[in-house]
């Protein structure tokens, strides 16, 4: 079956400190993979996408993912947070093929301390 | 240019009452997606339109479930006989088309079931 692990509930980070957030995932055949941002009554928004290549992948924000095969995980990673980063994260996985039937994880949510 | 929209924000009814639910899709992109977020978990797909295709109602938790989009724009999220289990954000996403196509996810609509 296809799934997305988030193991991390809760994470709080000082403010510019740096951050890494976990995902792993489940599935059949390589995925696409995915990290959105959702604020507080806000949409999610896409912060970075793999698809093949390069498996360090650079996304808007200053945020960057890396796709390791071997260990099925895409986690997220900033060198030094900001407060406006304090929302919640999902990690998603889809098909190569066919359209885009996202799967997700339960999310992270980041609080940011001064 | 516009995002996508839905309305409403919010929605309460009671138990076993039906409720719609609308989304306006960015124009031009011909697939859209179903989404419910429960409380605690993840993003689950409910169900994807692309043009004038059959809809991939795969994700559908029951028959009370139903969705249509008229004109390969607006889709109306049906549910009938409402149940408290139902309460959730319901998210709306649209694309171009394809798997590499990114996912633009609307605000949701908020629905509480008493």
């Known amino acids: 079956a296809q799934s997305v692990t988030q193991p991390d509930i809760h994470i709080t980070v000082s403010e510019g400190a740096s951050l890494e957030l976990r995902c792993n995932y489940s599935y059949g055949a390589t995925p696409y993979l995915f990290w959105y941002v959702q604020s507080p009554g806000q949409g999610l928004q896409l912060l970075l996408k793999?698809?093949?290549?390069?498996?360090l992948v650079q996304g808007i924000k200053g945020f960057e993912a890396e796709f390791k095969r071997s260990q099925s995980s895409f986690n997220l990673r900033k060198p030094s947070v900001h407060w406006s980063d304090a929302a919640e994260y999902f990690c998603a996985v889809g098909p190569n093929t066919g359209f885009q039937k996202l799967v997700f994880g339960t999310g992270t949510r980041l609080l940011v301390s001064p | 240019g516009a995002g996508v929209s839905q309305s409403p924000s919010n929605k309460v009814t009671e138990k076993g009452k039906d409720v719609e639910l609308r989304c306006d899709p960015i124009s031009g992109h011909t697939a859209l997606y179903w989404y419910r977020q429960s409380l605690g978990q993840g993003l689950e797909f409910l169900i994807y339109?692309?043009?004038?295709?059959?809809?991939?109602k795969s994700g559908l938790p029951s028959d009370r479930f139903s969705a249509e989009r008229t004109g390969g724009s607006v889709s109306t999220l049906t549910i009938q006989r409402t149940q408290q289990e139902d309460s959730a954000v319901y998210l709306c996403a649209s694309s171009l088309s394809g798997p590499t196509d990114t996912q633009y996810f609307g605000p949701g609509t908020r629905l509480t079931v008493l």
């Open positions: 339109f692309q043009g004038n295709s059959a809809p991939d």
């Open positions: 793999y698809f093949s290549g390069d498996t």
